[in-house]
């Protein structure tokens, strides 16, 4: 917003309040109610007219608290800004950023939700969602010099995690997924909140003499292929790790992109069972995957593979 | 003679219609012949840099707008020719360079693009307006009454044009939509609200001249209702779903012939002059389609050009 004066931030409760989730304290003291504008409860709206301002060329970032809400205003993104583009033959394009948070923190079936896989196949739409403060910084200034909507996710849990942001401006760029760590006999492919599960797995396993090969994803939308078939080519296993849905996920996606160049090789899939996550903490840890999950799925493949 | 213009603009909607309609390649169009006035006489009160949206009835609006026959034509005949390079079609014409943002095929889907749009110039400090055209068939939908907020509480430059058919398809607006006047959908809002007789382009004129005029000095957003009728069926591939004798009884209210007679009967206007300006409208669509049959379809190898 400093280096683009005419840059405008939309949403609900993201004004003097800062956030839902504190994400934007202190910009409304910085740049004024002009600049960061609270709306009513009006989703549709919020994306349509940050879409409208993006394609007159004053770019925005629209905050949607909950991912569920997202459905509300998915005509202006997914009918709209990002076929613009490719609809004006490059007269207009919606330079956006639709923030937003996904996953399971106690609040219930329509504030839990992990869609992401919905949006992935929409043409035009780039989707991001950080596992860590550095990527979320990183991504975030990639997010705002991008020409078309950028979807960019948040998940709950990850708000109160501490984590080195660099002080230079870091752009990361998209499709680039991060090869997080190095091991022989799997490949852990996984992002968001759902990299901590999958890195307690890593260790749990190494501990008993399997080592992962570990992939953070970043970018669902360019997806990087090519970094998670190198690393299949070497363990020839794949465990895909989450959140969301496994029918359509991006498990499955990855999976068959996967095995269309990579031959002979064992795959898994990890997601949430399919069932509404409910708001009782029984129920939402019974229905979301976790680290012990992780470590009996790659165990497993890999007893097979003796057997 | 300022009702020249208006004849001329209308007669040429009219005609580009009726020898598209002719043609066996038309494919998928929804018409505005009935409804010139209402294109017409909205754009009598715009400037070059105001900017115009609409829904997928883009025809008349983009004529009225004053982009070239031409390129209108190629881009609903999928022409490389046509502004959108023929990608967009009659759902998304768009020229914005010409003050036409363009249409959006999605009922209400143009009007918190619009309210955006007017977002961006009052952010900017410009003293452009935006309007936004949409059918009856839009009034039922949550994205007007949430434009109309927000565009009420923010004074966003925004005209909000009604052109009311009185038909979704086949559903009458009697049956769809509860308020006695649509402008009446404004009242609840502090918004100026004004329904006037689509069929009649100088109560349109005057009616969006006025309200217009308030959006550009500051006031906020106003809406204009123009009650109107169309000639045809929804679309080219639409079923005629009113009775014979409503649809003989609409073509007796023709806009056109309104104007015209006004002038004749005022004396600025007569047969041979009328005769005269209807030939130059028949020049002008038969240049426009001999430029659009000349231009070529999109290499298809380019078909993942402009995606992201």
């Known amino acids: 917003m400093q280096h683009n004066p005419r840059m405008l931030l939309l949403g609900q409760d993201i004004g003097a309040f800062g956030g839902s989730y504190r994400e934007f304290e202190g910009l409304y003291d910085m740049y004024g109610a002009d600049r960061v504008r609270d709306m009513p409860v009006a989703e549709a709206a919020m994306v349509g007219m940050g879409v409208g301002a993006a394609a007159a060329g004053v770019r925005s970032l629209v905050s949607i608290t909950y991912m569920d809400f997202l459905i509300l205003a998915l005509d202006p993104l ?11 033959a490059g007269q207009l394009h919606a330079p956006i950023v639709v923030k937003t948070t996904a996953g399971a923190k106690g609040q219930g079936v329509a504030h839990s939700q992990c869609i992401e896989s919905w949006l992935m196949s929409v043409p035009g739409l780039k989707v991001v969602a950080p596992s860590n403060a550095a990527d979320a910084y990183g991504l975030l200034k990639s ?23 660099p002080h230079t401006e870091n752009f990361i760029p998209f499709g680039a997924a991060h090869h997080v760590r190095q091991g022989e006999h799997v490949s852990l492919v996984s992002y968001s909140y759902m990299m901590s599960p999958t890195l307690q797995a890593a260790d749990q396993l190494e501990a008993l003499g399997i080592t992962c090969d570990v992939i953070d994803l970043r970018s669902l939308a360019p ?7 190198t690393s299949v080519r070497k363990t020839r296993a794949l465990v895909t790790i989450e959140e969301g849905q496994l029918t ?11 095995r269309e160049q990579v ?12 069932a509404p996550v409910s708001s009782n903490p029984v129920l939402e840890a019974a229905s979301i995957p976790d680290a012990d999950q992780i470590v009996a799925a790659v165990k497993t493949m890999i007893n097979e593979e003796i057997s | 003679m300022p009702d020249d213009g208006l004849l001329r603009d209308m007669l040429l909607i009219r005609t580009f219609e009726r020898h598209l309609m002719a043609r066996k390649d038309h494919g998928f169009q929804l018409f505005s012949s009935g409804e010139e006035a209402v294109s017409v006489g909205l754009c009598a009160a715009l400037l070059p840099d105001d900017q115009l949206l609409c829904s997928g009835r883009s025809i008349g609006p983009a004529l009225a707008r004053g982009l070239e026959p031409g390129l209108v034509l190629s881009e609903l005949l999928g022409k490389v020719t046509g502004p959108c390079l023929g990608r967009g079609g009659r759902g998304h014409l768009a020229q914005p360079a010409q003050g036409f943002f363009g249409a959006h095929a999605v009922v209400g889907g143009n009007l918190t693009i619009a309210a955006g749009v007017a977002l961006a110039f009052q952010s900017e400090g410009r003293s452009d307006i935006v309007s936004c055209m949409f059918g009856d068939g839009a009034c039922g939908a949550g994205a007007l009454h949430e434009t109309l907020n927000i565009a009420a509480l923010w004074r966003l430059p925004l005209l909000l044009v009604c052109n009311n058919n009185q038909y979704s398809v086949s559903t009458s607006r009697a049956d769809a939509l509860a308020p006695d006047k649509l402008s009446d959908l404004a009242a609840p ?15 349109v004129r005057e009616a969006a001249i006025s309200l217009a005029k308030e959006v550009r000095s500051g006031k906020g957003p106003a809406f204009l209702e123009c009650v ?12 005629e779903s009113r009775p014979r004798e409503e649809v003989e009884a609409i073509r007796m209210h023709c806009p056109i012939d309104r104007l015209s007679a006004q002038m004749i009967a005022s004396g600025h206007l007569d047969q041979s002059r009328f005769d005269g300006m209807q030939r130059e409208a028949d020049e002008r669509v038969s240049i426009a389609f001999a430029f659009t049959d000349a231009a070529g379809f999109p290499d298809p190898s380019g078909v993942l050009d402009h995606v992201g």
């Not at chain 1, 997806?223 to 078939?229: M, V």
């Not at chain 2, 329904?195 to 009649?200: K, Q």
């Open chain 2, 189 to 203: 809002f502090g918004i100026t609200g004004v329904t006037v007789d689509g069929m009649d382009v100088h109560a």
């Open chain 1, 143 to 165: 997010a705002l010099r991008e020409e078309g909507p950028v979807l960019y996710i948040d998940h709950k849990r990850l708000f109160p995690t501490a984590g080195y942001v």
């Open chain 1, 248 to 258: 359509c996920g991006v498990g499955a996606e990855i999976a068959f992109r996967v």
């Open chain 1, 263 to 274: 031959n002979d090789i064992r795959v898994r899939r990890i997601g949430a069972l399919a």
């Open chain 1, 78 to 88: 997914v009918n709209y800004a990002a076929k613009l583009r490719y609809k004006t």
């Open chain 2, 228 to 239: 109107s009728y169309r000639f045809t069926p929804h679309s080219t591939s639409a079923r």
């Open chain 1, 223 to 229: 997806l990087d292929i090519g970094t998670i078939c």
